[in-house]
């Protein structure tokens, strides 16, 4: 690259050399070759300043690297310092050992009222045709009132009243404890059998207007509704991702349920609950 840009320059020189009006004569070899040595010294001279500030850049990159390395290890000194302080401070702060009072709002009297729901089950139907009187009834079969309350995260309590246009009777009540062992809940009072699907379900959580025929004739117009205790627990041999769960169920001596269970006819009422 050095002897290239000799060779323009000689070569600009001499174009410079031979346009100058009233130029002496051309110069001899001796002479360019002295011009050439200079430029060569002056371009030798340039490439070292240029390799000395490059190896003064490089230096000062690295300092800079170094400060910063040591600014952050200074700061992290600092805090490390700081929380030591804060820790020691708090432990030197006195305890005081005298009678602790604690105090909590949630075991208070509100926490203990039940949440209170109420529904309606309104049935309308239409009527037209030959001989038959054109006409819309509606007829509110029942205005269910529902109450829950957990005592504590394992003991629920639950009932369901039933109003009607001539009484209000106990739908359910029963009173749910988790956790009575590993694995086992107890249920007591009176409440709705875990038998099929729909048994546990109220008359206007279904999806059609009464509970199918099967179960009318087999428990009675009401379903399955004892008063008595369940047992639910795991059974073993499921495996611990597939348990198998199983309740028992133990009803009253004085059955409700006449249609299955031969009750008197003056205890088998179902107000549509």
């Not at 850049?57 to 400060?67: P, T, V, W």
């Not at 009834?137 to 829950?148: A, C, K, Q, S, Y």
């Not at 729909?198 to 428990?219: A, C, G, M, T, Y």
Request: proline share 5%; hydrophobic share 40%.
């Amino acid at each position: 690259m050095c002897s290239r840009l000799v060779y323009v320059l000689l070569i600009a020189l001499t174009t410079v050399w031979s346009c100058t009006p009233g130029a002496a004569a051309a110069p001899t070899a001796d002479e360019l070759q002295q011009e050439v040595a200079a430029v060569t010294a002056r371009v030798s001279d340039l490439q070292a300043q240029l390799a000395r500030l490059q190896q003064r850049l490089r230096e000062l990159e690295q300092k800079a690297a170094e400060a910063q390395e040591q600014g952050a290890e200074a700061d992290l000194a600092a805090l490390r310092a700081a929380a030591a302080q804060q820790a020691a401070a708090e432990d030197a702060v006195p305890v005081d050992a005298g009678e602790v009072t604690f105090t909590s709002g949630e075991l208070g009297l509100q926490a203990l009222n039940p949440e209170i729901s109420v529904t309606g089950d309104l049935i309308s139907s239409y009527r037209c045709g030959p001989g038959a009187t054109e006409g819309l009834d509606n007829n509110v079969r029942t205005l269910g009132i529902h109450l829950e309350s957990y005592l504590d995260p394992y003991s629920r309590f639950k009932a369901a009243v039933p109003v009607t246009e001539d009484r209000a009777s106990i739908g359910e009540a029963y009173f749910t404890r988790y956790g009575l062992r590993k694995d086992l809940n107890v249920t007591l009072g009176k409440f709705r059998q875990q038998f099929g699907i729909v048994n546990r379900w109220h008359k206007h959580s279904l999806d059609q207007i009464d509970f199918p025929l099967p179960l009318r004739q087999i428990f009675g117009p009401g379903g399955l509704n004892q008063t008595g205790a369940s047992l639910e627990g795991h059974l073993p041999g499921g495996g611990p991702h597939r348990p198998r769960w199983q309740e028992r169920h133990l009803g009253d001596a004085q059955s409700r349920n006449r249609t299955s269970l031969a009750a008197p006819r003056s205890l088998d009422h179902h107000p549509g609950c």
